[in-house]
């Protein structure tokens, strides 16, 4: 695969400018969240109107990561990585220059398409650049920028808008964009494919109509009622666009996707895996501001800090993690961290009416350590698992896992926690999930919390019989080796 040397100390540069972009675009992605109310008094509109600077983001995110893949496949990743680069900052300027909530939204799309070219290409460019042997504990340092990245997203967030103003939260990914885009254009190195590659345009669009409409009807559902016909409207819009979809990447010679990759059984598992992870993490961490404020009573500094016990523990695991797998291989490591997930979610799922600030971090310190643990190794697997020129799609894939992983647990989560709480209420609560009583929310807590533990075993015995698999595999390519 053309890689560099051991000691090549070129590729620790080429991992700084993606680990600058990952890190950039994942804080960008959390910090707009804590300046939602400051923006709906700033333009003098409602709540559901400012939503749209985040939503917009993620929706565009998502449906272009696996275009962005296949086409930096076919033109080099780093003209696409770069170009993310000076996207991502130019809209960021024209986001913290927005005079209205229109203009604000649409400098998110375009800074949206940026960060799509930014964080499908970071995991493709680390795997091409350093050697398997080295390969966890490299993808274990960008599991640590993300981490790192959602913890000083809202701090940081919060800090500009109270000592500046909104506009700040935009302003400063001016230098570190600059910056970057610079150091990508120097450090990485500019493999070209073999040329006469074609661009599946049908594939694109029907792949970029099935995300949207799936991803909008899960946000929408929530607020609008999932029997509601414009949700149930967007589903079918789903369904028959990803038949489209399928039909078309059976059939072009050159698809957007090559679906054969997923007969590859183990690659399958550790996606499949990697998507049940991220649908029980994002769903807990919806719930938690609700449980620490609201029943708890702990204000928004110390929440802030509990809400930080995850990811400070999954980016102080996650590279050691790495470096592990890459000795003793990446299926002991992910059934390990699958199974300390599922303890972790099963310990959670205590957290009662009278519950400390110390019972709440040891709780969760464990689910930050299980995820640790797992993330490096399971993408480790899934980026090892794809030829050179796949790199690209496969590493737009695992972004992909994880945006609709969390799109679809905040979702569900959510939903199945509002339901639980109006029947402990006795279906009688005006004022929504939230207004019930503190029983019922904690019943209707532990209710789902123990649903995801379920959810995670199921995760836990697909990692297990992929480890016995691929130990079997070995066994039979020995045995006629010999």
Sequence with gaps: MNQPVPGDSRKWWVMAAASMGVLLATIDGSIVNVALPTLTRAFNTTFPTVQWVVLAYLLTLATLMLSVGRLADMVGKKRVYTAGFVIFTTASALCGFAPTVTWLVGARVIQAVGGAMILALGPAIITETFPPTERGRALGIIGTMVSLGIVLGPTVGGLLIQGLSWHWIFFVNLPIGIIGTL???????????????????????????????????LSLGQRWGWSDPRV????????????????????VPQPMVDLRIFKNRLFTVNLLTGFITFVSLSGTILLMPFYLQDILGFDTRQLGLLMATVPLATGLVAPFSGALSDRIGTRPMTVAGLAVLAAGFLAISTLGLTTTALGYVLRFLPVGLGVGIFQSPNNSAIMGAARREQLGVVSGMLALTRTVGQTTGIALVGAAWASRTFLYAGNTNPGGATAAPATAQVSAQHDVLMGLVFLLLIGLGLAIWALMESRRQVREATATAS
Excluded: C, K, Y
């Design 232 to 251: 149930l409207a967007l589903l079918g819009v789903f369904g028959v666009t990803l038949a489209l979809f399928l039909s078309i990447e059976r059939r």
């Design 183 to 217: 150091l990508a254009w120097r450090v990485i190195p500019d493999r070209r494919p073999a040329g006469g590659q074609q661009f599946d345009f049908g594939g694109a669009i029907t792949l970029f109509m099935w995300l949207f409409a799936l991803l909008l009807a």
